[in-house]
């Protein structure tokens, strides 16, 4: 079985490529050909194309058909948020890391191809894929995310997981670039892409797996596995307690959460119905403005979080997200607005998650419990993006706009940033 090595180059490869190889589905399948490929084929249009009906039906009950995605992509929230828990406690005991993280990229990625079906008459079917094909993804994540602290010293945290995300805008963006060759040039259905997503996160996935050991832990189990991840969890949960300067970061973590996922989940769909006269080309031509955008973006926030510390940094990019929301409510109506604001959301998504990731694993205490750490992590991000997403799905449904749940993203982006000061600069704080 391989050994992990912090600082070691070609597992730190291999670990990034886990980033190339998952991003295919936030990029295809979250952000920019399934969103288009869904409102279209739950809508119905006029001869100009105008939308005159986005109502869909689910078990007898109506819904706008973004109304009804929010939901379910919260729901899938819901369910990693309370799995993970256990699922890592375990995985740090029993020494079932890489087990339990390729049981959630199969079930992501066979949920991706299996979106080839999708259709308004098997609606339910079709919600059932994308629910599924986000618990993958997002539960894969616990897992691998628990390595960084294990791969890289806590110096190279910051670049380590740029280098992560950087690879997975580089590696999405061909992809998509790809399938929108197939598609336009040689006129291939768009639902294609989706079994392509399911091979290459799997294909390449494979090169992660092939390095990466299940743990570093040797313990073994004694009794009721399940009770050992909840006792595991508790020490987290007391260990935590007595860190003020963790307690406030996860704090303004999760609530700043709510806002970044939301944003990138919900973007295309929003362009879609509140900017009038954007193309489809133009709006993936967008998607992927955003991508090689927010690779520099990963890189200039590590840069940042350098010279001036991690916690300075995440407020800057959060005082951006900030302007963004209000900029894209006030004035965002026209294509070349919405290229200005996809432009701005390219260099604040990758360094805000990059810098989430990497701050959170240089508070950790010294500790092997990584998977178990960063359950608590990843359930925070996960409940506020389910707050996130319901939020903005149930004021579409009571207001019936999307542009006025951008006033939530707002709130959530503020009080977020006002957590982050009161962050104390010293792990000795209590």
């Not at 940042?304 to 995440?314: F, V």
């Not at 939530?408 to 209590?430: C, R």
Request: net charge positive; aromatic share 16%; proline share 2%.
């Amino acid at each position: 079985m391989n050994q992990l090595k912090k600082g070691d180059k070609r597992l730190i490869n291999a670990w990034t490529f886990y980033d190339w190889a998952n991003s295919s589905y936030p990029l295809v399948i979250t952000t920019a050909i399934f969103p288009i490929f869904y409102e279209k084929v739950t809508s119905t249009t006029d001869a100009s194309g105008k939308v005159i009906n986005d109502v869909v039906n689910l078990f007898g009950i109506e819904f706008i058909n973004t109304e009804l995605y929010s939901y379910v992509v919260a729901i899938s929230f819901i369910i990693v948020s309370l799995s993970s828990p256990i699922l890592s406690g375990i995985a740090d005991y029993s020494g079932s890391k890489k087990r339990f993280m390729q049981f959630f990229c199969f079930l992501g990625s066979l949920s991706c191809a299996s979106l080839f079906f999708f259709s308004k008459e098997n609606l339910g079917f079709g919600m059932l894929s994308i629910l599924l094909a986000s618990v993958g993804f997002w539960g894969s994540l616990v897992f691998y995310n628990a390595y960084l602290p294990e791969i890289a010293e806590p110096q190279d945290h910051d670049k380590v997981s740029a280098k992560g995300f950087g690879m997975g805008y580089f590696g999405s963006s061909i992809l998509l670039i790809i399938n929108l060759i197939l598609i336009k040039g040689f006129g291939m259905p768009a639902k294609y892409s989706f079994i392509s997503v399911a091979v290459w996160w799997i294909g390449f996935a494979q090169i992660t797996f092939a390095r990466l050991p299940n743990s570093t832990n040797t313990n073994t189990a004694e009794g009721s596995i399940i009770f050992k991840g909840f006792r595991e969890l508790r020490k987290v949960w007391s260990e935590l307690k007595h860190i003020k300067q963790l307690k406030r970061y996860l704090m303004a973590f999760f609530i700043y959460s709510m806002g970044v996922q939301t944003v990138m989940l919900m973007a295309v769909l929003f362009a879609k119905k509140e900017i009038v006269g954007l193309e489809d080309s133009n709006l993936i031509v967008s998607v992927l403005l955003i991508q090689f955008v927010g690779i520099l973006g990963s890189f200039l926030f590590s840069r940042i979080s350098n010279k001036i510390g991690n916690i300075k940094a995440l407020g800057i990019s959060l005082f951006i997200w900030i302007g963004i929301c209000v900029g894209t409510y006030a004035f965002v109506y026209t294509p070349n607005g919405f290229y200005v604001v996809a432009c701005a959301v390219g260099l604040v998504m990758g360094g805000v998650q990059s810098l989430s990731r990497s701050t959170y694993s240089k508070l950790l205490p010294e500790t092997e419990d990584h998977a178990s750490y960063f359950s608590f992590f990843d359930v925070c991000e996960k409940i506020g993006i389910v707050i996130g997403m319901f939020s903005f799905g149930a004021i579409e449904g009571i207001t019936g706009g999307m542009r006025n749940s951008i006033l939530a993203l707002i709130v959530f982006f503020i009080l977020g940033f006002l957590i982050l000061l009161t962050i104390p600069k010293s792990k000795n704080v209590q």
